[in-house]
């Protein structure tokens, strides 16, 4: 049996949202369950939860917030990408987005946003990840080609 599961066309895609803080996880809850295409089918509080949670619910994705009190967002991430036929993960933060973004690749997630962006963005993202896409952290991507262009435009 496959990990995770291929939800059928037309059929809202199963979310397990995987973070410590209540009030993030039950605005996220909301957001998600208010999309016609999405839903949360689980939750988890810690590393345990979130790796019973991806093999148990059959999630088509993984939202985990990097900032936990007592585990390592990271270590979750690894260990989720690490179940076999893992679904995607997409990484909240809500530190410097850059830097956690490169990490939260290098653990195997398939996209990060920070938690400042617009509620439109994480939809966005969600959706990317559904389709197999990779997402990064638009807010300072742009940041760095405008840092770029500026660079390029004084000669350096």
Same mark, same amino acid.
Do not use: W, Y
């Given at each position: 049996m496959s990990g995770h599961r291929t939800s059928a066309?037309?059929?809202r895609r199963r979310i397990l949202i995987v973070g410590d803080h209540p009030l993030v996880c039950r605005g996220l809850t909301a *957001?998600?369950?208010? %999309?016609? !295409?999405? =839903?949360?089918?689980?939750a988890g509080r810690n590393f345990q939860q979130g790796l019973e949670a991806s093999a148990g619910a059959?999630?088509?994705?993984?939202?985990?917030? *990097?900032?936990?009190? %007592?585990? !390592?967002? =990271?270590?979750?991430?690894?260990?989720?990408?690490?179940?076999?036929?893992?679904?995607?993960?997409?990484?909240?933060?809500?530190?410097?987005?850059?830097?956690?973004?490169?990490r939260a690749f290098a653990a195997g997630a398939s996209?990060?946003?920070?938690?400042?962006?617009?509620t439109e963005t994480l939809?966005?993202?969600?959706?990317a990840v559904l389709r197999g896409e990779t997402y990064g952290a638009p807010g300072r991507q742009r940041t760095r080609a405008r840092r770029g262009l500026a660079r390029k435009a004084n000669g350096a």
């Open positions: 066309a037309g059929a *957001l998600i369950n208010a %999309e016609h !295409d999405m =839903l949360v089918c689980a059959l999630p088509d994705l993984v939202i985990v917030d *990097l900032s936990f009190r %007592e585990d !390592d967002g =990271l270590a979750v991430v690894r260990g989720i990408c690490a179940i076999q036929d893992a679904p995607p993960v997409l990484v909240l933060t809500m530190h410097d987005a850059s830097l956690d973004a490169r996209g990060c946003v920070a938690k400042q962006e617009k939809l966005t993202a969600i959706r």
